[in-house]
């Protein structure tokens, strides 16, 4: 790993970065912690497949980033540089936001047991995470920390398999085999074209998945694909398993930048303005069924007022 290390320092910005040491493995017990981690390409096109072509890669990143979100287009960047110098390296892309255009379930259950608040957060291996633009300007020196520490999971290589999939009526079913026992399987399905919107085509982004597979009623892991977020159907795409320690993740802060405005958990008021300005209808709304319910209250309190007004210019007089 030493070339690939001296690349990935070269390209991480130094001013201000602060990634915290890494020194001791992960222990396999902390839940959430990914155990191991299978990726399986698939053609474009294909109907169905096998798994010969199977790969592990060395550490799993997931991106909790958002259509809406500003801050989260410098994560996203510091995710695909790392892509573009260390392939190997798996990463989900979870458009884990109920705001979201790109809302996948799967995702947003994922973000819910990782305990993620806001975007963009970056979470490594299902236990470190970075959250905010400004952390994440950390996260290739962390994956240099991690890699020149030889913190690579320990998993025996037949533990677990993809046998195959099949396509059909807008459901993948894909046929799995785990031989570890007492954990959480969770299968995400990414696809290459995927419409963005204002953001163009985006890159291997998660289009549907599940999580928690109930493995007691059997092998096979089914993904609904109706309304996924596809542009160009014919696109290539690849199958992602991942083996987790069960229960909601521990995540530790990779990084001790201070998290400010650029973490977001709601999409931005455009106009910057105040609710009056932005929400004219909510605002009219508003204020006249205010009145409306101020009414009966009035119908008796300004005669009283103007009746003792009139005995006290009487008194005068």
């Not at 399986?40 to 890669?57: F, M, V, Y």
């Not at 990143?61 to 892509?83: G, N, S």
Request: hydrophobic share 40%; charged share 15%; net charge negative.
């Amino acid at each position: 790993h030493g070339v690939l290390l001296a690349m990935l320092v070269a390209l991480t910005p130094v001013v201000g970065s602060t990634p915290v040491d890494i020194t001791v493995p992960l222990d396999s017990n902390t839940p959430g912690v990914v155990l191991d981690v299978l990726i399986l390409d698939i053609e474009a096109n294909a109907t169905n497949g096998t798994g010969d072509s199977l790969r592990r890669p060395p550490f799993l990143v997931e991106l909790h980033t958002a259509t809406w979100c500003i801050p989260c287009r410098t994560a996203e960047a510091e995710v695909a540089e790392l892509e573009t110098v260390w392939s190997s390296v798996a990463i989900l892309r979870h458009h884990s936001s109920d705001l979201d255009i790109l809302s996948v379930e799967a995702s947003n259950q994922t973000k819910q047991n990782q305990g993620i608040r806001g975007y963009p957060s970056i979470v490594v291996e299902g236990h470190w995470v970075l959250n905010g633009s400004s952390q994440s300007i950390d996260f290739e020196d962390f994956i240099a920390n991690m890699t020149s520490a030889g913190l690579t999971r320990n998993t025996t290589p037949d533990a677990n398999w993809i046998n195959g999939w099949s396509y059909s009526d807008g459901v993948m079913d894909v046929d799995i085999e785990i031989g570890m026992d007492d954990v959480q399987v969770d299968v995400y399905l990414l696809m290459n074209g995927v419409n963005g919107g204002e953001l163009g085509i985006l890159p291997d982004t998660v289009v549907a998945g599940v999580t928690d597979v109930d493995l007691s009623q059997g092998s096979t892991a089914s993904l609904n694909l109706s309304g996924a977020s596809i542009s160009v159907t014919d696109d290539p795409g690849r199958i992602v398993l991942v083996v987790r320690n069960p229960g909601p993740a521990i995540l530790t802060p990779a990084s001790d930048i201070f998290v400010s405005s650029d973490y977001q958990s709601i999409p931005p008021n455009p106009s910057g303005g105040s609710f009056a300005i932005s929400n004219p209808f909510l605002f009219w709304f508003a204020l006249l069924g205010g009145i409306a319910f101020m009414l009966p209250a009035l119908q008796h309190t300004v005669p009283t007022l103007f009746s003792k007004r009139r005995t006290k210019i009487g008194e005068d007089e």
